[in-house]
């Protein structure tokens, strides 16, 4: 039954390679426990116990430990959060309904989305006001006049 429990744990690790979570890798460590067990006893249910039990205790109790060392928190800002708070002028209606819209920014042309499902008219200038995906989520400028 050695066998099984070490071709499980080399599928666990195959799929830990592919996945990028680190919890089927668990999953491997308490095959090879219970491939270990396999050489104590013969029985099956003792083998699946350590197996299930192995897994289910160090889940919890590593994966903290994982997501600290493997953290995705420190994203790298790129060039596009620079884009936050600018202005731009639209180039396309944006239509929250038809989930059409560009603007221009910086020289460069964007998608764009309102936050509030406002339809913005061409030549209307426009704030960015964050990134939502690939498209650039903006407010209109509102033009106080001085009278």
Excluded: R
């Excluded at 919890?23 to 099956?44: P, Q």
């Excluded at 897994?55 to 420190?74: G, H, R």
């Excluded at 939502?132 to 209109?140: A, H």
């Amino acid at each position: 039954m050695w066998c099984f429990w070490l071709i499980a744990a080399g599928i666990f690790f195959v799929f830990e390679i592919i996945t990028t979570g680190f919890l089927v890798f668990w999953l491997g460590i308490g095959a090879l426990l219970a491939m270990i067990t396999s050489f104590i006893t013969e029985n099956i249910a003792i083998q699946t116990g350590v197996f299930v039990i192995s897994s289910a205790i160090l889940i919890p109790l590593t994966k903290p430990l994982a997501d600290k060392f493997i953290s995705n928190k420190d994203t790298a800002p790129t060039n596009t959060y620079s884009l936050i708070g600018k202005h731009g002028i639209v180039t396309i209606d944006i239509n929250p309904i038809e989930a059409t819209g560009q603007i221009k920014v910086n020289g460069e042309i964007w998608s764009a989305k309102t936050e509030d499902e406002l339809s913005i008219p061409k030549g209307t200038e426009v704030e960015v006001l964050k990134i939502d995906g690939v498209k650039l989520v903006v407010s209109p400028i509102k033009v106080t006049s001085i009278l």
